[in-house]
């Protein structure tokens, strides 16, 4: 059954360090997302994609974070100054399209970023 | 943001009972989709099941149950016979269809099936 990845599945970063989270979401599907949990808490959304720009973003989503689709199979978060509270687990995922049955969002099995 | 609450932190039970996790959700739209997550302890979201707010059938998936009630604006899930491979987070989300794309996540209950 077609899954979304993501790797690495660990990163550890020192503060004010850029990292990169790559995501390859499932074939077929059009729309990317990007979510975060804060150890113990709910999941938060942070951006969605669509037809290479980004259709709606979070207050959490700042300056410091830009996605990018590089090629037809790779959805990138990039955090360039890594802070302190940018620790916890990032979730990517993806669906086919809003509406009906393909409506589902499908998530990868997360990055969890610790920084240090 | 229209939220979800779910209102259980944590829930323990011995293996072999059933065990009902609530989840109630504001909406103002007329057209909505609900989703149940599963965390277990290794960390990924595995997708359990979506409804639509125009479907108000009830769902059984083996051990599983959805109890969907518009009127009370609740979406409640039933395991039965709990397993303690049924340890995990369970996550209920909301959707608004045609609007943000965003999930919209309970904060979560813990449930733990002692053996």
């Known amino acids: 059954e077609p899954e979304v990845t993501q790797t690495p599945s660990h990163q550890v970063t020192q503060m004010g360090q850029e990292v990169i989270l790559r995501c390859v979401p499932i074939?077929?599907?059009?729309?990317f997302y990007w979510y975060r949990q804060i150890l113990g808490q709910k999941v938060e959304f942070l951006v969605s994609f669509y037809n290479n720009e980004i259709s709606e973003k979070s207050e959490i989503f700042d300056d410091q974070f830009s996605v990018e689709r590089p090629d037809g199979s790779n959805f990138t978060l990039k955090i360039r100054s890594t802070k302190l509270e940018d620790s916890a687990m990032y979730f990517c995922?993806?669906?086919?399209?809003?509406?009906?049955?393909?409506?589902?969002?499908?998530f990868g099995p997360g990055t969890r970023l610790l920084v240090l | 943001a229209q939220k979800v609450t779910q209102a259980q932190t944590e829930i323990s039970v011995v293996e072999k009972e059933d065990v009902t996790l609530d989840c109630v959700y504001e909406?103002?739209?007329?057209?909505?989709?609900l989703f149940w997550y599963k965390q277990p302890p290794s960390g990924e979201l595995v997708f359990l099941i979506r409804?639509?707010?125009?479907?108000?059938q009830n769902e059984i998936s083996g051990r599983y149950s959805w109890n969907f009630q518009k009127s009370t604006s609740s979406f409640n899930f039933t395991i039965t016979a709990s397993q303690v491979v049924d340890s995990a987070v369970y996550f209920c989300a909301r959707r608004t269809q045609g609007g943000s794309e965003k999930l919209v996540f309970g904060k979560g209950t813990k449930l733990t099936v002692n053996p």
């Open positions: 074939s077929n599907h059009l729309y």
């Open positions: 995922a993806s669906s086919e399209a809003p509406g009906g049955a393909s409506e589902t969002q499908y």
């Open positions: 909406t103002r739209d007329t057209t909505y989709y």
């Open positions: 409804r639509n707010s125009f479907d108000e």
